[in-house]
């Protein structure tokens, strides 16, 4: 079975800084996606990023970019320039390539962006 | 447009009742889950459903019987409800499970409190 871990429950940065956020996954697939999603107070899942394990380069979107290390099977969520409406819950997840199987989530990290 | 939209947002009810979540997405999606999130935010899948099939059953009691009348809606009706069934539901969908092109879409969640 297929475990994300999430190590850092919760985290702080400053307005305009960068932060990274962990995720390390195990499993026994070559072909897989990887995900973030973002959960603010309003409790809406909203997908920020999303990567396919066969492809090596980073996947980015605006402010957002992973670290994607597929043999240490690590998946970092970096976030520049942090702005006050990032605070919210960041999940990571995985999902096999094929296969009826859904996403399998870690526990997250509560961000908080300060001003 | 709401993509995957449910009702009701929040649910509060008395120990032994029964009731009824409803989901429906407008995306042409072929894959629909129930997800439920418990009070540490953890995320796990309850069901999915494909073409109105079922096709994963994690082990949630028999209490949970999710009914899929066609692709687009996924309800998921709770017999003699109890108090550690408190917590976000969240209602999902995706194009095809295990596509090259997968990820999901989330709904905005029904709160059930249990009294």
């Known amino acids: 079975a297929q475990t994300v871990t999430q190590s850092q429950p919760e985290m702080s940065v400053q307005e305009a800084e960068t932060v990274t956020l962990s995720c390390t996954y195990d499993?026994?697939?070559?072909?897989?996606?990887l995900f973030w999603y973002k959960q603010p107070p309003s409790r809406q899942m909203i997908l920020v990023i999303r990567?396919?394990?066969?492809?090596?380069q980073n996947a980015t979107e605006n402010r957002f970019s992973v670290n994607f290390q597929k043999a240490a099977k690590s998946f970092s969520l970096k976030i520049s320039d942090s702005q006050l409406g990032d605070t919210a819950m960041y999940f990571c997840?995985?999902?096999?390539?094929?296969?009826?199987?859904?996403?399998?989530f870690g526990k997250g990290t509560r961000l908080s962006v300060i001003a | 447009d709401t993509a995957v939209s449910q009702t009701p947002k929040y649910l509060v009810t008395q120990m032994g009742n029964d009731k009824s979540i409803k989901c429906e997405q407008n995306?042409?999606?072929?894959?629909m889950y129930w997800y439920k999130q418990d009070s540490k935010k953890f995320l796990k899948i309850m069901f999915s459903?494909?073409?109105?099939?079922?096709?994963i059953n994690e082990t949630v009691p028999n209490r949970f019987s999710p009914k899929s009348p066609d692709k687009a809606h996924l309800n998921l009706h709770i017999n003699s409800l109890e108090l550690g069934d408190s917590a976000v539901y969240f209602c999902?969908?995706?194009?095809?499970?295990?596509?090259?092109?997968?990820?999901?879409?989330f709904g905005s969640g029904t709160q059930l409190s249990v009294l």
């Open positions: 999902a969908s995706s194009q095809d499970l295990g596509s090259r092109n997968e990820k999901l879409f």
């Open positions: 499993t026994s697939e070559n072909n897989y996606y």
């Open positions: 990567q396919e394990a066969y492809k090596q």
């Open positions: 997840a995985f999902m096999k390539h094929v296969g009826n199987t859904p996403l399998v």
């Open positions: 995306l042409g999606h072929d894959t």
């Open positions: 459903y494909n073409n109105k099939e079922l096709i």
